[in-house]
Structures are given as structure tokens and as C-alpha cells.
């Protein structure tokens, strides 16, 4: 169908496929992910965890085993390869699929941590096939950089705090061209 908006309930991240094809990280209020023709609104498709068909229903937080999604699904960020990255921050995991919503592999993240999750944004580096892998930790307050193909954690850095380097409440983060690292906090992070 078209896009419904009583259907999708805060979006928390929309990026684009190679071809063209929106993906949305649909998690604030919804479970999952869905795609849609960028041209007509129309929904391609939708799924939740493990690539099964979703459920909107309220689930307990902390649970990388969850059967669903927990809320907010707050990243769907593709890579070069064909792999989209979904972070399911309350769970603590990020889930991997190919671009149809094939499941393909689960990573736990913090996985006790607690208040709003670990996984909450991803950013690739800016060489030709992405090696490293930035995920910012809101919770923890902190980013976790990744080899990308063994999915390996070389090492994280930052820390909570308001000095240059520490972060209170990390929440979005990008490369640019110079494969600088760029992030926002949120709530009092100003």
C-alpha cells in the first residue's frame, strides 16, 4: 500500500539503497524496518528481528534474544556490499541483512547495558569497501569502531563527559569525505 501515516509511527532513520530504494529505520513507535519507492511512497516491504514479519506489540527491554525488535529501531545504515546494518538499540545487538530483508547475522553490543541501549547510529569509513565500522553508544557514551568483515571491536573511545572527547548521550554520527567523524548528542548533551 501507500504510505500510511497512522501505520508509521517515528521514523528514527532514513537512508537509500544503491538503487534508489528508502529504507527506514521505522522504530520510535513501530518494531521494524520497512523500504518504499522514494517515487510513489509505495511500501515495498517490511520486516522485524530475524527477518520475520514484525510485531508493534510493547515487548520488554534488554533481551538480545528477543524475538522482535525492541523500541526504538534507531539505524538501518547500507553498506557497499550489499549488507544493511539494523540497530535495535534496547536489545543491544545489531542485526545484519541483505538488502530484501534477508537475515543474515546477529552482534550483541554492551549487552548489559541498560537505560536506552547500546547500538544507536552507524556510520561507515569512507574508503572503497568500508572497513571500519563507527557505532555510536549513547548509553554508555562512547564509539565502538569495528573491522567491518569479521565484525571484530578493535577498540572504542570517548568516555561521559562535557570536554572535547567525551559525550554525554551520544546519538547520530556520519563520516565526511576526510573520513572525519562527525556527532551529535541529545537530551542535556547540547
Avoid at 67 to 85: E, K, M, R, T, W
Avoid at 173 to 189: A, C, M, P
Wanted: hydrophobic share 30%; proline share 6%.
Amino acid at each position: 500500500g501507500s504510505l500510511d501515516t497512522n501505520n508509521v509511527r517515528g521514523v528514527a532513520a532514513i537512508r537509500f539503497l544503491p538503487d534508489g530504494t528508502l529504507v527506514a529505520a521505522d522504530g520510535y513507535g513501530n518494531h521494524r524496518v520497512s523500504e518504499w519507492n522514494p517515487t510513489t511512497m509505495k511500501n515495498i516491504r517490511i520486516w522485524g528481528a530475524y527477518g520475520k514479519p514484525p510485531s508493534d506489540a510493547p515487548i520488554p527491554h534488554y533481551n538480545v534474544d528477543s524475538p522482535q525488535f525492541g523500541n526504538p529501531v534507531h539505524c538501518a545504515q547500507p553498506s557497499v556490499d550489499g549488507i544493511l546494518y539494523v540497530c535495535d538499540r534496547t536489545n543491544n545487538r545489531i542485526q545484519t541483512f541483505k538488502f530484501d530483508g534477508t537475515y543474515l547475522h546477529q552482534y550483541n553490543l554492551e549487552p548489559n547495558s541498560k537505560g536506552d541501549g547500546a547500538p544507536w547510529e552507524i556510520a561507515m569509513s569512507t574508503d572503497a569497501a568500508q572497513k571500519y565500522m563507527y557505532v555510536s553508544d549513547g548509553t554508555n557514551e562512547k564509539i565502538h569502531v569495528f573491522d567491518r568483515a569479521s565484525m571484530k571491536e578493535l577498540y572504542s573511545f570517548g568516555g561521559g563527559g562535557r570536554t572535547p572527547g567525551e559525550w554525554y548521550a551520544v546519538h547520530s554520527i556520519v563520516t565526511d569525505s576526510k573520513g572525519n567523524i562527525l556527532t551529535t548528542e541529545t537530551y542535556r548533551g547540547q
